[in-house]
């Protein structure tokens, strides 16, 4: 098993074999012991955090059973502890617990999620219980929600490319499969649109694919979470895709862990079941706001706009469960999705993500105005794996330079629409006029196509040829001669 | 010193946990928590209770469990076998851990950072007997990689009388392979010795700058010259290329041994120089980059306070290798990450913030760091030198934010990154109009007695002609270009021909990623040619148009991709035809 939570043999060797005393076996079977322990009444409630006194030493992260008077059972983790009191985050909310009648129990252990091949096509919350009519799943192997850090050595670099059929993703920030590329949208933007374009024509060229979608919605409306799976059914992907779903009208607590269960699954279909896996995850900004929600209650010291300083960590945290293991064929891409508040991409949280991920999708709301879809902003938008992933043998020998041709000429025809904007078009040289009818043209044939259109790289490659034929060929420096002649024409 | 019980936990908060019953142990202490054994620091002491800053993640620790002193401050162990090497900011080495665990992380393992076993082809210094060996003194050497000699150091706290020095022959770095009468008895000497991170290694003295680092980045190497020894920060946003830079400087500086550390960024990143360094070839010496370079991982998913340190354990290794007499080359990607730990840390000690939140001490922090980089003449009487290159990456791109200003204050060169240029895919984007470097006089001396005697006139006409086009561009924006007369307008153009075939470089081209100082300085005067000839050819009645319809103009755009380093004649040549383009040129005009 590739990511056990348990702590594997081999280790055991060298990191206690010495250390095997008597004395930390008693510690051990104390500990147990006291995991059985309950604790009737809490001694302060506030937002989602509860407070109790006077208990057992009680670990760092350690699992919390907290149960209402009515017997209702929510989990929760520990996220302070100390000698006097314990800090617990309840995951499904403190609304109706009360001070004396609230049970507790820790539980010695950190929150494991029992995962299984079949929890495909299923529907579940934000915790991992289903939603749907189906039972339980039994777990095959159980798993530590908060993951561990992938060994740096460990990583295989990815460098195969996944055809979304998107013109403007394929040619100019190309998906690479083990990439986090995250698309920056704000609010009314089709970003659920075009995730799901590409959960459905995403695939890789020319090879086998045992593929799987993890869908992590947090705080997303109701509408928007039956999108996807109407989506999905539409398509037939429906049994190859998990939903984990903490929608806005469920405590914001539950946001937190929403993510990290879903991921935990994800890395239980890649590296113990070899698939390849795509895990959507929106909106990121609402996971933010949970998480500075939390820090907030417990009064922490903060950095910009209110968010907690560790903001960059813990994005982290998800964000770098992504990737590609070395020995292992499985694989995990992950596409999260931000409304950035204000559309403002110097906002914290799609800041410290664009700090993160390797890339991002960055959607402009005057092209979406201007009704080009995807609205795919073509200058801040990139893909960092790219560069490794296209050329010859991958996608085509052209593509490398005739993606930096379409940049260079597209930052000119922002230019030189500034100018037309200050001095009239009128005034502008023959050679801008060429740039304007090519910055029309880029937008209109390339970027835009349709919400089912899915084309080949080569049709996308050729297209991109096509708009530059509308500039003289002594305006492309970034192609070399031979590309010219053959392509060009 | 053997392992003892120093206190128990009091209150554990991420990776800060509070210790109660710490009578006995010492400031910056390297400590293990719990039965798994975490590594921690101490780092504050109050009575009997203490604070301890631990590097890995802190779950299910809990109040009453044993605190463990080992007696020593938080060490790196210098020795041979370093280079080629992965390390996490604690300087466990990731490969072994990787060989002894499975893809993900465990916590509380302990793998010693140089192999036990492997043996080491050992060749003495012919020593006198009896002779007075101090710190730093030389006592053989050791072939550690095809290009670097490993020379072994008396370390820092030993002084005597040499007894007995091991002869030639194999030895692993557990092998005595010396012995020193000290003023306190005999002492053994090996061929590793452990130095604390925090703390400088000792020299005999700072000397001048002189020497640039030649990193075969035009722009760099041109118009912001970095010295040997010297200190540089690249600010810049996301996608604006900061990694770019450092890894392209890592790739083709002319450093003997370059130190990248890794703190707090991608995984990926430090898997891609893991695979592509290996593969590539020092252009000046051959051998493979790896067996240069030792790498510092520590990424943005692990334990924050090891991001603290690593900053602190590459540039401890940077610094022994310059007491060996090597010019050594930090890449430090990102301090900002490192700068966010500090606040995350202080946080959680719930100290008294500053600026953003981040503690009132980080200037003193920032300035301490960099102040490590020099040009140094080493104890063994050998110079020695290091570099510090220091990505920061702004929050929103705003140069205004404490890490950016503080960093200013205590570099002498900076590297701003554009956004726009990076967004027009124009890099590496460092900023002509933002960017500086006060090493241009320590450098200026060496350019012109080694590449050319024009260098520093050269540079400062192309720069005065990119501050003039700025202006330029203010009055295109308003009324277009043609309200320019042609001697203006060729301003934009030659700055644009400088811009696109000069500043601009690939890194992915197999002849643009590296350019030699004398390729570079020939390209700079082919183009200093075209706008001294064209301006006076304009002032001669002859058209813009006609000039730049010149078909050496496309050749001079594309030189960088197609002359290569060697071929210097072919620069020769092209500047010849160029001279003669304007000769044709103007003899219609007379």
């Known amino acids: 098993m590739a990511c056990n939570g348990n702590s594997g043999k081999k280790s055991t060797i060298i990191s206690?074999?010495?250390?095997?005393?008597?004395?930390?076996?008693?510690?051990?079977?104390?500990?147990?012991?006291?995991?059985?322990?309950?604790?009737?009444?809490?001694?302060?409630?506030?937002?989602?955090?509860?407070?109790?006194?006077?208990?057992?030493?009680?670990?760092?992260?350690?699992?919390?059973?907290?149960?209402?008077?009515?017997?209702?059972?929510?989990?929760?983790?520990?996220?302070?502890?100390?000698?006097?009191?314990?800090?617990?985050?309840?995951f499904e909310g403190t609304a109706g617990l009360t001070m004396p009648e609230t049970r507790i129990r820790f539980r010695g252990e950190t929150l494991k999620l029992g995962v299984t091949r079949k929890m495909l096509g299923r529907v579940f919350n934000g915790l991992g219980y289903p939603m749907d009519e189906g039972p339980l799943p039994v777990g095959e192997v159980e798993m530590d929600v908060n993951g561990r850090p992938i060994n740096p050595t460990a990583r295989e670099y990815p460098r195969d490319f996944i055809q979304t059929g998107i013109s403007v993703i394929d040619g100019m920030n190309t998906l690479i499969r083990g990439q986090k590329l995250p698309i920056f949208s704000g609010n009314g933007l089709p970003h659920n649109e075009l995730a799901a374009q590409i959960?459905?024509?995403?695939?890789?060229?020319?090879?086998?694919?045992?593929?799987?979608?993890?869908f992590s919605a947090m705080g997303v409306k109701h509408d928007v979470a039956r999108y996807f799976i109407r989506s999905f059914e539409e398509t037939g992907v429906l049994k190859n895709v998990a939903l984990f779903l903490s929608l806005a009208d469920d405590p914001s607590i539950e946001r937190l862990i929403t993510p990290r269960t879903a991921l935990t699954l994800a890395e239980h279909l890649a590296f113990n079941e070899n698939m390849h896996v795509l895990v959507i995850m929106t909106d990121m900004s609402n996971y933010c706001e949970s998480l500075r929600e939390i820090s907030t209650i417990r009064g922490e010291i903060p950095s910009r706009k209110g968010y907690p300083g560790y903001l960059y960590s813990d994005l982290a945290e998800l964000y770098e469960r992504s990737g590609m293991l070395k020995n292992y064929r499985g694989s995990i891409t992950q596409l999260p999705i931000l409304t950035m508040p204000n559309d403002d991409i110097s906002h914290p949280i799609p800041d410290l993500t664009g700090y993160i991920t390797e890339g991002q999708?960055?959607?402009?709301?005057?092209?979406?105005?201007?009704?080009?879809?995807?609205?795919?902003?073509?200058?801040?938008?990139?893909?960092?794996?790219?560069?490794?992933?296209?050329?010859?043998?991958?996608?085509?020998?052209?593509?490398?330079?005739?993606?930096?041709?379409?940049?260079?000429?597209?930052?000119?025809?922002?230019?030189?629409?500034?100018?037309?904007?200050?001095?009239?078009?009128?005034?502008?040289?023959?050679?801008?006029?060429?740039?304007?009818?090519?910055?029309?043209?880029?937008?209109?044939?390339?970027v835009?196509?349709?919400?089912?259109?899915?084309?080949?790289?080569?049709?996308?490659?050729?297209?991109?040829?096509?708009?530059?034929?509308?500039?003289?060929?002594?305006?492309?420096?970034?192609?070399?001669?031979?590309?010219?002649?053959?392509f060009y024409g | 010193m053997k392992e003892r019980i120093i206190g128990e936990v009091k209150r554990v908060n991420g990776p800060v946990i509070e210790a109660k019953g710490v009578t006995d142990a010492m400031m910056l202490e390297l400590v293990r928590v719990g039965e798994v054994r975490l590594v921690g620091e101490l780092i504050k002491l109050e009575g009997d209770r203490g604070v301890i800053q631990v590097y890995e993640d802190t779950t299910g620790i809990a109040p009453g469990d044993n605190i463990y002193g080992s007696g020593m401050p938080l060490s790196v162990e210098l020795g041979p076998g370093l280079i080629g090497t992965i390390y996490d900011g604690i300087q466990r080495p990731l490969e072994e851990i990787y060989k002894l665990q499975d893809a993900f992380i465990q916590r509380g393992i302990q793998v010693p950072p140089l192999d036990r076993k492997k043996k080491w082809h050992f060749i003495p210094e012919n020593l006198e007997e009896r002779f007075y060996v101090k710190s730093g003194t030389i006592l053989g050497t050791i072939q550690e990689t095809e290009r670097?000699?490993?020379?072994?150091?008396?370390?820092?706290?030993?002084?005597?009388?040499?007894?007995?020095?091991?002869?030639?022959?194999?030895?692993?770095?557990?092998?005595?392979?010396?012995?020193?009468?000290?003023?306190?008895?005999?002492?053994?000497?090996?061929?590793?010795?452990?130095?604390?991170?925090?703390?400088?290694?000792?020299?005999?003295?700072?000397?001048t700058l002189s020497t640039p680092l030649i990193t075969g980045q035009r722009v760099i190497d041109t118009?912001?010259?970095?010295?040997?020894?010297?200190?540089?920060?690249?600010?810049?946003?996301?996608?604006?290329?900061?990694?770019?830079?450092?890894?392209?400087?890592?790739?083709?500086?002319?450093?003997?041994?370059?130190?990248?550390?890794?703190?707090?960024?991608?995984?990926?990143?430090?898997?891609?120089?893991?695979?592509?360094?290996?593969?590539?070839?020092?252009?000046?010496?051959?051998?493979?980059?790896?067996?240069?370079?030792?790498?510092?991982?520590?990424?943005?998913?692990?334990?924050?306070?090891?991001?603290?340190?690593?900053?602190?354990?590459?540039?401890?290794?940077?610094?022994?290798?310059?007491?060996?007499?090597?010019?050594?080359?930090?890449?430090?990607?990102?301090?900002?990450?490192?700068?966010?730990?500090?606040?995350?840390?202080?946080?959680?000690?719930?100290?008294?913030?500053?600026?953003?939140?981040?503690?009132?001490?980080?200037?003193?922090?920032?300035?301490?760091?960099?102040?490590?980089?020099?040009?140094?003449?080493?104890?063994?009487?050998?110079?020695?030198?290091?570099?510090?290159?220091?990505?920061?990456?702004?929050?929103?791109?705003?140069?205004?934010?404490?890490?950016?200003?503080?960093?200013?204050?205590?570099?002498r060169c900076f590297w701003g990154l554009d956004r726009q240029l990076a967004n027009a895919r124009h890099y590496p984007a460092i900023s002509w109009l933002e960017s500086y470097s006060e090493y241009l006089d320590e450098v200026s001396t060496w350019w012109e007695e080694n590449v050319g005697p024009n260098w520093s006139e050269d540079r400062a006409e192309i720069m005065e002609q990119l501050q003039k086009e700025v202006r330029l561009q203010q009055v295109v924006k308003l009324v277009g270009p043609d309200a320019l007369p042609d001697s203006q307008r060729f301003i934009i153009e030659v700055c644009t021909l400088f811009k696109n075939a000069f500043l601009q470089q690939n890194a992915f081209d197999d002849i643009d990623r590296y350019t030699t100082a004398l390729k570079q300085l020939k390209m700079l005067e082919i183009i200093l040619m075209y706008w001294r000839r064209g301006s006076a050819a304009i002032r001669k009645g002859v058209t813009l148009v006609k000039i730049r319809r010149m078909k050496v103009y496309q050749d001079i755009v594309k030189m960088k991709f197609n002359i290569t380093n060697e071929d210097l004649s072919a620069l020769d040549k092209l500047k010849a035809r160029l001279e003669r383009s304007f000769d044709q040129l103007e003899s219609i005009y007379e």
């Open chain 2, 223 to 411: 118009l912001f010259p970095i010295a040997k020894g010297g200190t540089v920060a690249i600010p810049g946003g996301f996608g604006t290329g900061k990694t770019m830079t450092e890894h392209a400087i890592a790739k083709w500086c002319d450093a003997s041994v370059i130190v990248y550390i890794g703190c707090g960024e991608r995984g990926n990143e430090m898997t891609d120089v893991l695979t592509e360094f290996p593969k590539l070839v020092d252009p000046r010496t051959g051998h493979p980059l790896m067996e240069r370079t030792i790498l510092i991982a520590n990424t943005s998913n692990m334990p924050v306070s090891a991001r603290e340190a690593s900053i602190y354990t590459g540039v401890t290794l940077a610094e022994y290798y310059r007491d060996q007499g090597y010019d050594v080359a930090v890449m430090a990607d990102s301090t900002s990450r490192w700068a966010e730990a500090l606040r995350e840390l202080s946080g959680r000690m719930e100290e008294m913030p500053a600026e953003e939140g981040f503690p009132a001490y980080l200037p003193t922090r920032i300035a301490e760091f960099y102040e490590r980089a020099g040009n140094m003449e080493t104890l063994s009487g050998k110079q020695g030198s290091v570099s510090i290159v220091g990505a920061v990456s702004p929050p929103g791109g705003d140069f205004s934010e404490p890490v950016t200003q503080h960093t200013k204050r205590f570099v």
């Open chain 1, 361 to 446: 999708i960055v959607f402009e709301r005057e092209m979406y105005g201007r009704n080009i879809y995807p609205p795919v902003a073509g200058l801040p938008s990139l893909s960092r794996l790219m560069k490794d992933g296209i050329g010859e043998g991958m996608t085509r020998k052209d593509h490398p330079h005739l993606a930096s041709q379409l940049f260079a000429a597209y930052s000119y025809v922002k230019d030189v629409r500034n100018l037309a904007s200050v001095i009239g078009e009128e005034e502008l040289t023959p050679l801008d006029h060429q740039y304007l009818e090519f910055g029309d043209a880029f937008e209109r044939k390339f």
């Open chain 1, 199 to 214: 959960a459905r024509q995403a695939k890789i060229r020319g090879g086998e694919t045992e593929f799987a979608v993890v």
């Open chain 1, 448 to 486: 835009s196509q349709g919400r089912d259109e899915e084309r080949t790289i080569e049709e996308t490659l050729d297209l991109g040829w096509e708009v530059l034929r509308l500039l003289p060929v002594e305006e492309l420096h970034r192609v070399t001669e031979e590309e010219i002649e053959e």
């Open chain 2, 148 to 207: 670097i000699v490993h020379r072994v150091l008396i370390p820092p706290d030993v002084e005597g009388e040499i007894a007995w020095l091991s002869p030639e022959g194999e030895y692993t770095i557990e092998d005595e392979i010396a012995r020193v009468q000290t003023e306190d008895g005999e002492k053994p000497v090996f061929l590793a010795h452990r130095w604390p991170i925090r703390t400088p290694r000792p020299i005999k003295k700072r000397l």
């Open chain 1, 16 to 90: 206690t074999a010495e250390r095997e005393t008597t004395t930390t076996r008693i510690v051990e079977a104390q500990k147990r012991l006291l995991s059985g322990r309950e604790y009737i009444g809490v001694d302060r409630i506030d937002g989602p955090l509860v407070f109790i006194r006077n208990t057992h030493p009680v670990g760092y992260r350690e699992l919390v059973e907290c149960v209402d008077r009515n017997g209702h059972l929510r989990l929760g983790m520990v996220l302070e502890t100390s000698g006097e009191a314990v800090v617990v985050q309840v």
